[in-house]
């Protein structure tokens, strides 16, 4: 009876993992910049961390698994190809994700308060977040560069939004998920108030702070790509305005001498003149309107112009 009691309650707590892993993790990288930057608030960490610390290995299955889901996820919503170079990298990085919360339980359990009840328990777990939050994506991040995978960032700026991301998701979702599952579970039930609300608050804060923030960025970077795009349409326009004056000025010039007009040395010059001082435009032609009654005399000034015989078709 009592190997299957913790049988169900590890399937229950696998479960539980697996869901809240990918549903905080999707949520979080919703923050990222573009696909291939780490998301700036990444609570997924901290849910790993608190599962791991209150229940041990019995919780890897659902850590591996949900690692690797969120991994595909992010390929597949970003349609980017999964290769095996992709699967290998997506393995390193659950592996990475599992040696940091490892390593954080171990510190964790030797040297702070499991309730965090004391004030030396809460400033080393203030101390510890940091710590170990840059074990993950510094392994995840050297493996995508050894597989050629960087997509052309900054490894410095990913590593740092990483290792912030994992730290703030810690130290803000690792105590909600205790007010729930940690242990001692009187004390941690107690603080579902005067802990948790807070937690919660501070969360939805922070989101809102760095969404309105970005959301800011990208309308200055925006208005100053419309200012760019604003000058480069009325220096076009005003070239093309020049050329169409240009253009009007000589074709009501032909016009009004349409009988005789003018010689090819004469069109010529004038054409030439404006193009070498407008390298934008290729050429310029005349085509001349020549009446039934004229045909005769324009083919015999052609043929003798181009020395060929000349004929309009």
Known sequence: ??????????LAANGCLLVLYLLTGIGGLQLALSAGYASPFFPAAGVLFAFFLSYGRRVIPAMLVGSFLLDAWIHWS????????????AGVTALA????????????RRYLDPGLATGRSVLGFLLL???????????????????????????????ASWWIGDTIGVLLAAPLCWVAIGQPRA??????WILG??????????IAIYHEAQEWERAQHMQSFQLKAQRAGDLMQAEFSEHERFLYAMARALDDDAAAGPTHDEF??????????????????????????????????????????????
């Not at 009876?1 to 590890?10: K, L, N």
């Open 197 to 206: 609300v807070p937690l919660l608050l501070s969360s939805a804060a922070f």
């Open 129 to 159: 977040a940091p710590t170990v939050s840059v074990i993950s994506a510094a392994t995840a991040l050297g493996a995508r560069w050894a597989l050629g995978l960087n997509g052309g960032g900054n490894f410095g700026q990913i590593l």
């Open 268 to 313: 010529t010059r004038v054409a030439r003149s404006y193009l070498e001082r407008r390298p934008g435009i290729l050429g310029i032609s005349w085509c001349q309107r020549v009446p039934d009654v004229a045909r005769a005399a324009f083919e015999a000034r052609m043929s003798e112009l181009f020395a060929r015989p000349f004929r309009i078709t």
């Open 1 to 10: 009876m009592g190997s299957r009691s913790g049988w169900r309650g590890a």
């Open 187 to 192: 004390l941690w039930w107690r603080r579902r």
């Open 78 to 89: 970003h349609q980017i190809p999964f290769t095996p170079a992709g699967t290998a990298q």
């Open 97 to 108: 994700d599992l040696l940091q919360v490892s390593v954080g339980a171990a510190l964790f």
